[in-house]
Each structure stands twice: as C-alpha cells, then as structure tokens.
C-alpha cells in the first residue's frame, strides 16, 4: 500500500478505525467488489484490503472491473486478486470461488455523454450486469449484497427534502433517463430477490462522491473546480447551474457503504449523503472561488453551442436526507471546504491541511 498518497492513507484509516463497523465479521470471508477499477470500487477495496491486514482478518479478496491495467496494478497494490471481464458475462468469477460472503456489486456506466450517446450500452451493462450478480451472489450462498445505486433514481420533484420513499418524475423522452430509470429497474431486481428467494441484498444510494484517489482528468464538475484552482483559472460553467447538488466525501461514502453490508435491511435503501454540503453548482463554484483559492480566480457562465446533446442532467432542487442511513451509526466528517483541500493535497503530493470542518 505504498503507492497510496498521504491523504489517501489517511482516508483509509478514517475508514478502517471507524468501530461503529463490525469488522470482525469478515473474518475468514470472501469478499467481491466488482467496478474495483473505478473510483468508487477503488477506495472500497483499499479499505478492505487495510482492514484485513490490520484486523488480521484472513478475508479473501477479489476485485472485477474491464481495466487491466488498473487491475492489475491494484492487485499488485493491495494484494488482492484481480479477475478482467465484463459484468455481464460473470464466467471468471463463477470459476474462481465456490463461495461468496459479501459483494459490493459497484459496476456502472458513470460518463455523462455516454447517458445521451449511448443510452442503450447504459441499460443493457446495468441491467444485465445486474442480474447476473444477483444470481451469482444467490448461487454462492452470499451472506449480504449491497447494490451501488444513485440518488439520480429520484428524478425530479418538489419536495425540498427527500428520503428513500419520495421517487419523483423521470422524463422517459429523454435519452439521458436511461441512467436513473435503470437504476430504478436494477433496484427492483434487488426488493425482488430480497422477496422472493430471501435473499439478503441492500441498496446503497449515493450522492455525487468525490475526494482524494479521483482521477485529475475527471469530467465532472467538481474534478473541474479543483484543476481551476491549481492551474489559477476562472472557473467555467456551462449552464446556469441552479440544480441543488448532493454530495458526500469518498471516505464517509465508502463508511457508508461498510455501515449497509453489515446493518442495513434486507431490500431496503439507504442514502449516502452529507445534508450539510448541498449547494447549487454556481454556489459551489463561488466557495471554490472565493474560500478556497482566495479570490484569486472568479467564476464565468459560457453556454456552448451543443449543450442539448451534451450529456447534462436535468436540474433537480431537493437536498437528500441521511437520516435512516444514520440510524445504524453513520455519521459524515467532512464539509466542502476540506472536501477541496484534501483533493488538492492528494493531487499535489502535499500533506494534509490543517482545518475547521464545517
């Protein structure tokens, strides 16, 4: 676990000293993140990995994902073994383990112009994929299984709190509803299995996670801001940027994601939220503008000519509420501020800052 940068080590321990999780339950167990290339699954198996040579828990690890190279680099990293394929076409691992005590089933299409250009691949990749881990993880005699959702599943809707009970409108004229509206589709395969067969899965649905390990060429917006920072330029929006973002730090998130597997309810979801960083996109960049950077750089709208195809959800305006999530012990650390010093840290080889969380 050399390789890890200074902020990445310390958000791994953040995760593995947390003793609201049991972690002795993965004693002698065998554990699958599938999507371990991503970023998401990444900071999951650095954990897993992390616990069990503190923990000494014997626990068997295995990664899947479609980037050979990230996987293999990670399996070489954190000594866990690394099986490249596509989701749905699970062979490989049907092969490899005649058990399967936890899975984190995190595989997804996350690009947002692949939404509108290629809604169909999104459909088939999740729903597929999806199903074929269901019954994977049935198969194995799995012991719980947390499905990696999104809080894109809500859709649009008036309420200015929501729960895990408040779905709202998705818009199924347009291409870019394929995302949630799969999401909804593959959750329904979990309540399903969870109803039929007894089958111990749960839902995680997670805000927009981001936070040191993600990638410095990383389209979304937040992984914009930060780079505007360290390059001293203006920060660009593309749209108005009214929508209300709801978002969580990857070590809270990952946190979460432990708290579901070992506490959650059968077929039921949970969110993965911090309620106290929502802010629109504009408020968000104006923070990073002004109390990260200092008022060095300011913020700039400049609408581009292809905007209607260029892969931009539609704008939503509720804040997710945490609260069943944080019933089993969860509770988030980290507040924008720190959010953007630590993924700046991690993306310049510097230490830690030294702060007041918000």
């Known amino acids: 676990m050399e390789n890890m940068s200074k902020v990445v080590r310390a958000d791994v321990y953040d995760v593995i000293s947390d003793q609201n999780i049991p972690w002795n339950e993965l004693r002698d167990s065998t554990v ?12 999951l198996v650095r954990a897993l990995a992390s616990a069990n040579a503190e923990y000494n828990l014997n626990a068997r690890l295995i990664g899947h ?3 050979r190279n990230k996987g293999e680099a990670l399996a070489q990293e954190l000594g866990l ?13 049907t092969d490899v383990t005649d058990r399967l005590d936890y899975v984190f089933h995190c595989a ?3 690009k947002s112009v692949a939404m509108a250009a290629k809604s169909a691949d999104v459909i088939t990749t999740m729903v597929d994929g999806t199903r074929n881990m269901l019954e994977l993880a049935r198969e194995k005699l799995c ?29 199924l004229s347009n291409p870019w509803s394929c995302y949630p509206e799969s999401k ?29 390990g993600i990638s410095k060429d990383d389209a979304r917006v937040f992984a914009q801001f930060a780079r505007s920072v360290i390059e001293g330029r203006d920060v660009e929006l593309h749209t108005e940027s009214k929508s209300h973002g709801n978002y969580c730090y990857i070590s809270d998130a990952v946190r979460g994601l432990m708290t579901v597997v070992f506490k959650g309810k059968t077929g039921e979801a949970y969110n993965i939220t911090n309620p106290a960083v929502g802010a629109t996109i504009h408020e968000m960049a104006e923070l990073v503008a002004n109390e990260v950077c200092g008022d060095k ?25 945490a609260d069943k999530l944080k019933a089993l012990g969860w509770t988030p650390k980290y507040g924008f501020d720190e959010m953007y010093r630590r993924i700046l840290a991690d993306w310049q080889g510097s230490t830690i800052p030294k702060i007041d969380r918000r």
Do not use: H, W
């Open 108 to 110: 997804t299409i996350t």
């Open 32 to 43: 699958l993140v599938t999507g371990a290339t991503g970023f998401i699954g990444g900071a």
């Open 297 to 321: 750089i300011k913020v700039i709208v400049n609408f581009p000519e292809d905007i209607q195809t260029s892969g931009y959800a539609p704008d939503v305006g509720y804040t997710l509420n």
């Open 65 to 67: 994902g479609r980037n």
């Open 143 to 171: 012991r719980s299984f947390v499905y990696v959702s999104s809080m894109e599943i809500y859709g649009q809707t008036e309420k200015r709190e929501v729960n895990e009970n408040d779905l709202g409108y998705l818009d």
């Open 184 to 212: 909804r589709f593959c959750e329904m395969l979990c309540v399903v299995n969870a109803a039929e067969y007894g089958f111990n899965v749960k839902i995680a649905r997670l805000a927009q996670i981001f936070g040191a």
């Open 81 to 93: 073994e690394f099986f490249c394929g596509d989701i749905c076409r699970p062979s490989l691992i």
